[in-house]
């Protein structure tokens, strides 16, 4: 604050009240001088210079009664530095009547200088060339993020992101905007949404993917969705025949509860894998998954120099892969890989949507199509480097269990050398088993948005766990719905308030069905 009062006495001690107004007739100065006029308006003595000088002559005598102090001065050994700068004070008159009118120079400033000045200000300004987020709620200021920019600028050591609230909190919304709709627009992104809630019976991203150009991969048992061939080599995205065995390994691991497939398994499984290929091009045919099964617990002639028991005990490990396979040809989930893959998947888009909203959390179904998107996602980054990846999978809880789980720790290992974002959001973090993989996601996530919380455990989670000052606990637990706190790296959290567009907000509204009732 300047104080008007100092500054007058300064000022007038020196003599300068009757210096005359440079620059334009009639108004005041502007400068670097030594002179900083207040700027408080509606003080008598700050308006206009010819009058201002007089007042303040009088203002300052009346109270000082001191006229001779200022005729100690010896006015002309006084040497003033030159005017400086443009004149950016307003007219005398305007500045009377409430304009505004500061008198000094502006300077250029840094915004982390400027930070200082703004005490409201708890954190270091966000990343310039990040994605748009929101809005500081105590400073107003923009808040802009990207996992992928702030990684390059060592602002944080991993790419990967968490979001967690309670339900209806905005997770979905920032998700769809910040991780979807505002990057995917810029050069080189790319995004895979593992779509897992029900909207009107598809998935909540269905919409969001359609407006922008593709359709997502529907994935309904008994038919009628889309199909992906397993021995496509369109989903290995040209990761050869060693990535389409590691993900005919993954999908029968699934079926097999998630456990590993022993030694023995996997060889009958290569072996049957290899005459398929073998067979299906000798026909001039697309190999499909019936074919494989086809090729599975029989005598393959690799087994000839075998011992009668070896070549049994392959023969009964390939049956077992077999009856992993049919089940996942037979009703229990027949429509999502028997046959040639659909022709609407187009794994090339910036946009691929798995939609698996309509499959049940009970069984492999989904950790099958997990597994599916993995192996065609890692053949993709490998194949293409020149792209940033996010891979989001909405309620990751459910998603990081069994093999699902590893696969997506495996991503989460590989994310910085394959330019990938693994990005997952959750409700409760106090319901995380320990010994999930969904733990380390949390830890290893460098990037978290953290929306309302209503239980004490959670909130105690979400402190201790990211280290948040201890005024974050009340305020996690009053949040708003669309505000959050943001915490980067090891900077202090900000409370954002996440700002939508009218189109995101009308395609990331998820109240309707509450909202809209029985019609
Ligand atoms: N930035 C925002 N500003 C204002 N309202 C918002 C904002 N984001 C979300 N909302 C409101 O909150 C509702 C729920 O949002 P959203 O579906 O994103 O929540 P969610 O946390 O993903 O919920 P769930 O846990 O059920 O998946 C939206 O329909 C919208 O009305
Ligand atoms: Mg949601």
Not at 475 to 482: D, H, I, R
Request: proline share 5%; aromatic share 4%.
């Amino acid at each position: 604050m300047i104080d008007v009062q100092q500054h007058d006495s300064q000022s007038t001690a020196l003599g300068l009240q009757d210096r005359p107004a440079p620059g334009v007739a009639g108004e005041p100065a502007a400068g670097n001088g030594p002179l900083v006029p207040p700027l408080v308006t509606g003080a008598e003595d700050t308006v206009d210079q010819a009058q201002g000088a007089h007042h303040r002559r009088r203002w300052f005598s009346g109270r000082s009664g001191s006229e001779d102090t200022i005729q100690d001065v010896d006015h002309d050994t006084m040497t003033l530095p030159a005017q400086q700068g443009p004149i950016v004070r307003a007219k005398a008159g305007k500045a009377h009547r409430g304009w505004y009118a500061p008198a000094a120079t502006p300077a250029p400033t840094t915004t982390r200088q400027a930070e200082i000045l703004n005490t409201a200000l708890i954190a270091a300004p966000t990343d310039d060339e990040g994605v748009v987020v929101g809005r500081d709620r105590l400073s107003n200021a923009p808040v802009a993020h990207d996992p992928f920019t702030a990684y390059e600028k060592k602002t944080i050591t991993s790419p990967n992101v968490v979001v967690l609230g309670v339900v209806g909190a905005g997770k979905s919304s920032l998700l769809k905007t910040v991780y979807v709709l505002r990057p995917i627009i810029l050069r080189g992104r790319r995004v895979v949404i593992i779509d897992k809630k029900d909207r009107a019976g598809e998935g909540e991203n269905a919409e969001l993917t359609r407006e922008l150009g593709t359709e997502p991969f529907r994935m309904v048992l008994g038919g009628g969705g889309t199909v992906l061939n397993l021995l496509d080599p369109a989903i290995l995205a040209g990761d050869g025949i060693a990535g389409q065995y590691r993900l005919l390994l993954a999908v029968a691991e699934e079926a097999n509860d998630g456990r590993l497939l022993d030694k023995w398994e996997r060889h009958a499984l290569r072996v049957a894998h290899k005459a398929t290929l073998a067979a299906t091009e000798a026909d001039g045919v697309d190999p499909l998954l019936e074919h494989l099964v086809f090729h599975l617990g029989t005598h393959h002639a690799d087994f000839q120099d075998f011992s009668a028991a070896a070549q049994e005990r392959l023969h009964q490990a390939g049956l077992g892969v077999r009856f992993l396979f049919e089940a996942s040809l037979s009703d229990e989930l027949a429509g999502l890989f028997d046959g040639p893959t659909s022709k609407h998947v187009q794994l090339a888009s910036r946009l691929t949507t798995f939609d698996v909203s309509q499959l049940p959390e009970a069984g492999p179904a989904v950790s099958m199509v997990m597994a599916v998107a993995n192996v065609w996602l890692l053949g993709t980054l490998r194949n293409q480097r020149n792209y940033q990846t996010n891979f989001i999978a909405e309620e990751g809880w459910s998603l990081s269990q069994g093999g699902t789980g590893r696969l997506m720790r495996s991503n989460s290992k590989l994310a910085r050398g394959l330019g990938l974002s693994n990005i997952a959001s959750f409700h409760h973090p106090a319901d995380i088993p320990r010994d999930s993989p969904a733990v380390a996601m949390l830890k290893e996530a460098q990037t978290i948005h953290l929306y309302r919380q209503d239980r004490a455990e959670d909130i105690d989670m979400c402190m201790t766990s990211f280290g948040l000052e201890a005024g974050s606990r009340e305020v996690l637990a009053n949040l708003e719905n669309g505000h959050h706190l943001m915490k980067i790296g090891n900077r202090r959290e900000i409370h954002v308030e996440h700002v939508r567009s009218d189109f995101e907000a009308r395609i990331t509204n998820t109240d309707e069905a509450m909202i809209a009732g029985p019609r």
